[in-house]
C-alpha cells in the first residue's frame, strides 16, 4: 500500500482535474513552475514567453477505444498535463495520424461511423486515424499548437491529409508541417507572444514509403534546402522574434541521436532556429544547448518521447513534458536594438511524464524526485539521457474544503 500511496493519491486528483468546473469533486488545479537555477541566457527585463512541448500524440487501439467511449472523450488521457498546458502562453504536440473522417485505410470514402474503433475508417498501427474529438479534446486541455508533419501524415493518403487540414481550421487549432494539395508552399505559422511573433516550422523524415504526390508534407532531409532557407529567411526577418523547429527524425527506441539528426540539427541552428523540439524515436533523446552565430542562446531537444501512446514498454511510456522559457538578449550595440532582437532561451526543464494502467483505461500521470515504484523508475530513467532539471513544477489542486493537494 505504501509503495502504490502516492499513485493512488494523483489518481484521486487526476480524475478531478478538467477546465474551470472542475470534475464531480469540484476540485481547481493550477501549475507551479519554478526555477532552481540562473538563467541559461542573460535577459533584459522580466518579460518571458513560455512555452510547454510534449511528443507524440500517439492513439493505439486502447487509447482510442477510451477516448470514444468516455463522457470525457479524450480529455482524461492526458488531463493530468492540462494545468501545465494552460499556464504556458503556447503548448504545442505532435499529431501523429491523421483525423479524415469517412475515409478508409484503402483511402476510399464511406459513411462515416462517428467516433468508435472500427478499424477500418477509425484505426490504429500501422496506419492510423483519428475522430474530429481528439482535436477539440486537446484544444479543452490546453493545446495551442500541433505538428502534422509525420510518418503517418499520409495513412489516408492525399485525401487524408486535406481533410485533417480541414478539422484543425475546423477547431481554430493552429498547425504546420502539411499543406492542402495544390497550394502554395507556404510551411511556416505565426503564433503571436508578448515578444513578438514566433515562427513555427515541422518536418517529417518520411511517410512510411505511402506515396505524396502532392508534395503536402515538409521533408526534413530530401528538401533540405527548403527547410533551411524558410529558417533563414524567418530569422533574418526584422519583424519575427523567434524561430522553432520541430523535426519528426531519427531512430525508433534509440535513446542516441543519428549524425543525420545531429547534423541538420546545427544546420538548423546555424540557419538561426531560436529551439529545435524533435520527435518521433518514442523515447527521450538529448537535449544540447549550442550558440547561435549571434551569441545567443539556442536548445536542441533531439526528442521528448512520447506524449500518450499505447507502448508497453516503460522508456515507451515514459517522455518529457518540456517547458521552454524565452526572453530577449541583450543588445549587441544600444538599447533600441534590444527591442528588434532575436529570442534567446532564458531557462529550460522537464516533467516526467508516464502512461499508466487504470481501471478507466490509459491515462498519463506527472512523476518526479518523489515518486515511487514505477514513477520513479521513470524518473530516473530520464535522468540518465537529459540534463539536469532547472525547474520545479507541481500540480497543486484545492478540494472542496479549501485544502491542497499536490499531484506528484
Known sequence: MRRAGRYFAAALCAAALAGPALGAEGML?????KHIAPPISACVGSARVKLAAVGDVLLHRPLQRRGYSAKD????????????????????????????????????LTADPGPVFDNRVYSSYPMFNYHPRVIGDLKAMGITLVSTANNHAMDRGSRGADLTIKALKSHKLPFMGTIPAGGPREFITFTKTRLGPIAWIACSFSTNGIPDPNRQVLHCYTDRAELLGLISRAAARSDIAGVIVTPHWGYEYHHSPNANQKRLAHEMVAAGATAVIGTHPHVVQPWEFPKRPDGSQSLIIYSTGNFVSGQVRLPRRTGALAWIELCRPPPSRDLASAVKSRLAVAQAGWVPVLMVRTAAGPELRLTSPRSEGLGAQAY?????????????????????????IALQ
Open 29 to 33: 488545479c493550477r501549475a507551479e513552475i
Open 380 to 404: 530516473n530513467l530520464l535522468k540518465r539521457y537529459l540534463p539536469e532539471n532547472r525547474i520545479s513544477a507541481k500540480v497543486l489542486c484545492k478540494t472542496g474544503d479549501n485544502r491542497l
Open 73 to 108: 472523450g479524450f480529455q482524461g488521457l492526458w488531463r493530468a498535463a492540462a494545468p501545465i498546458f494552460r499556464a504556458a502562453d503556447i503548448a504545442y504536440a505532435n499529431l501523429e495520424g491523421p483525423v479524415a473522417p469517412g475515409v478508409t485505410r484503402g483511402f476510399n
